[in-house]
Nanobody, 130 residues
């Protein structure tokens, strides 16, 4: 049974940092693409970062470029999101997701597509205060 479990969320002040982790289990092979999404109250779930199994050319939403860094450790089945210079607008529930397709996962694509991802975690809350 596939399972994605996020951790590392919390409350920080603006300008602070957090590192989110996602532990993946139950996959017969490492997912080709893993991603981070977030959803703020009353808003659509949006893609934040996507990363190939090779970790080349991660895809980032414009709103987080230069501040967030996605990485993965395939040997440990882990996905990470280092978030620096956090702002109140980053406040949201953050979700880990995985899919077997490589399309719409790298910087060559405009954005992650929520509908592409069949596997989701339960989310971890990030709250940034001003």
């Amino acid at each position: 049974q596939v399972q994605l479990v996020e951790s590392g969320g919390g409350s920080v002040q603006a300008g602070g940092s957090l590192r989110l982790s996602c532990a993946a289990s139950g996959f017969t092979v490492s997912p080709a693409c893993m991603g981070w999404f977030r959803q703020a109250p009353g808003k659509e779930r949006e893609g934040v970062a996507g990363i190939y199994i090779s970790s080349r050319s991660p895809l980032y939403a414009d709103s987080v470029k230069g501040r967030f860094t996605a990485s993965r450790d395939n040997a440990r089945n882990m996905l990470y999101l280092q978030m620096n210079s956090l702002q109140p607008e980053d406040t949201a529930m953050y979700y880990c997701a995985a899919k077997s397709s490589e399309t719409y996962c790298s910087g060559g694509y405009p954005a992650l597509r929520r509908s592409d991802f069949p596997y989701w975690g339960q989310g971890t809350q990030v709250t940034v205060s001003s």
